[in-house]
């Protein structure tokens, strides 16, 4: 009887070393826990950002290479650097057919995922001489980067490049398009920065 | 080659004019037009997050009820469903407590990496809850688990000695796990998510070889029980030695049973020798229990069904 309280004894002080070891660990690990990093596109290392990076085809390995279905990576219109342009190079497919009323008749975005709306004081009797913002759709947006190559210079100011988006990406200790992406675009920075 | 890119490029370039050098900003714009903010989605709500980490003691907390507290082969097998569903299919198998093992090893040892809370919880959980009432984790919660679970369909009772040697093998991927976490820089190596043979069913997408593996896994698991949980799961080793720690777990107990063996052969796990459960190689899914005779003679008459405790206590 008296061996069977001895283990039992032992028993309970090797379960409470054991325990007190991991609540270390663990209040270790809360206390550093802000230092964490996230994956961000770095827009001045992107083919389809980049410039001086000749291309005619968009970089697509953000779309087929995340693990993300419709990849965590889209497009972003930085508002305050697009040009507003009638005809966006971004949103149209510049190199189609004019149609009637002397815009392009095909759209550059194969998921339709841009929206197109004239902003200020609209002019309704010469849409030439409007401001239009271009609208990203996130949820359609799949990061193909079509958009992205076109608006940078020249032909367009550079607004739209690819971003991750938090909300799809699971953060992957090695992110699966890092590994391929020949410009070792995607870098890891610390949350705080990555968010701002 | 270049010279075709810019003979394309120009041909593309002359009739598209840029009406603008710079972007136009509110003041140009007018009609009261202001700068919309540029898209930003943030991650998961920090609460979501915490409500899984609430989620997931609060299963495990329940599969511990089911398994020794009820016995039930039932309810496991529906919690475990439930798991799948929204561990594995709805958060996409991420984060789990197995590939954590990796970033808790890099967090504890390097200074300039940590973990989110979250993870560190994750991790914690189901091996303190083990180091109480065992491997609880494993039988309802682990949707890795739970999929090889469910497609048990015939189990052979694999030899012991056999048993014995390819459960060695956990230890070696815990090893091996620990030492590529320890690796400085590129050389690291998260080789637990990346041969996770399952992620890619619970996210839908995946590279082909990975769904291979997986398949093999499924098809491996009909006729011997969660190959992956046995033999190879690293966190499992973890749980098992926390587990012979445990002040209680699933017993297949003298005085109320018969010592028929029937539990034995059901067992899938080969976790049952000498009619007395093995704990730290049980994985908690009760079907002992479900093809006990006394369980359920006493089910059917629906008398005594209180009177299905341990003896332990």
Same mark, same amino acid.
């Given at each position: 009887m008296s061996g069977l309280t001895r283990r039992a004894l032992l028993g309970t002080a090797v379960r409470g070393t054991v325990l007190a070891t991991m609540g270390g660990g663990a209040a270790f690990l809360v206390q550093k826990a802000h230092g964490?990093?996230?994956?961000?596109?770095?827009?001045?290392?992107?083919?389809n950002s980049r410039l001086g990076e000749a291309g005619v085809e968009a970089c697509n390995l953000c779309t087929t290479e995340c693990v993300v279905a419709l990849s965590a990576v889209?497009?972003?219109?930085?508002?305050?650097?697009?040009g507003r342009c009638n005809i966006c190079p971004a949103y149209f497919n510049i190199t189609s057919a004019v149609d009637d009323l002397g815009l392009p008749s095909e759209k550059l975005c194969p998921r339709d995922a841009i929206e197109r709306k004239p902003i200020g004081k609209v002019d309704p009797e010469d849409p030439a001489n409007n401001f239009y913002e271009y609208i990203i759709d996130e949820v359609k947006c799949d990061g193909c980067g079509k958009c992205a190559i076109k608006c940078k210079e020249p032909l367009g100011l550079g607004s739209i490049v690819l971003k991750v988006r938090y909300d799809k990406c699971v953060n992957c200790n090695r992110c699966a398009i890092s590994e391929?992406?020949?410009?070792?675009?995607?870098?890891?920075?610390?949350?705080?920065?990555a968010l701002r | 080659m270049t010279l075709a890119l810019v003979v394309v490029l120009l041909a593309q370039a002359i009739p598209y004019q840029r009406p603008v050098e710079t972007a136009p900003q509110e003041k140009t714009i007018g009609g009261g037009y202001k700068t919309p903010p540029v898209q930003k989605p943030l991650p998961r709500d920090y609460w979501l997050q915490m409500a899984d980490v609430a989620l997931l003691g609060a299963a495990t907390g329940l599969s511990v009820w089911l398994a020794i507290k009820r016995r039930s082969r039932k309810g496991l097998a529906w919690l475990s469903i439930g798991s799948l569903a929204y561990f594995g299919f709805y958060r996409e198998g991420c984060i789990c407590p197995i590939g954590s093992i990796q970033n808790v090893t890099v967090a504890l040892t390097n200074p300039a990496y940590?973990?989110?809370?979250v993870v560190t919880a994750v991790f914690f959980i189901p091996l303190v809850v083990a180091l109480f009432f065992g491997r609880a984790f494993c039988g309802g919660v682990c949707p890795i688990g739970a999929i090889q679970d469910l497609v048990v369909l015939k189990?052979?009772?694999?030899?012991?000695?056999?048993?014995?040697?390819?459960?060695?093998l956990k230890y070696v991927y815990l090893g091996l796990a620990i030492f590529f976490a320890l690796k400085p820089g590129m050389a690291r190596d998260f080789?637990?998510?990346?041969?996770?043979?399952? $992620?890619?069913?619970? %996210?839908?997408?995946?590279a082909p070889h990975m769904f291979m593996l997986g398949g093999a896994?499924?098809?491996?698991?009909?006729?011997?029980?969660?190959?992956?949980?046995r033999y190879l799961c690293p966190y499992g080793a973890l749980l098992g030695w926390c587990t012979r720690l445990a002040r209680r777990g699933v017993t297949v107990t003298p005085d109320k049973e018969l010592d028929c063996g029937l539990c034995a052969r059901a067992c899938p796990y080969g976790a049952i020798e000498k009619m007395r459960a093995v704990r730290k190689d049980c994985l908690y899914c009760a079907r002992c229990y479900g093809s006990c005779p $006394?369980?359920?003679? %006493?089910?059917?008459?629906?008398?005594?069904?209180?009177d299905v405790q341990g003896s332990d206590s």
């Open positions: 964490q990093v996230v994956w961000q596109v770095d827009a001045a290392r992107c083919i889209r497009a972003v219109n930085e508002y305050s650097k697009c391929k992406c020949p410009k070792d675009a995607l870098q890891q920075l610390p949350v705080g920065q | 940590s973990i989110p809370i189990p052979i009772q694999t030899p012991r000695r056999l048993d014995r040697i390819l459960g060695l080789l637990i998510c990346r041969f996770d043979p399952f $992620v890619g069913f619970f %996210r839908r997408t995946g896994f499924l098809i491996t698991g009909m006729f011997v029980g969660r190959p992956y949980c $006394v369980y359920r003679r %006493r089910s059917v008459s629906g008398a005594g069904s209180l």
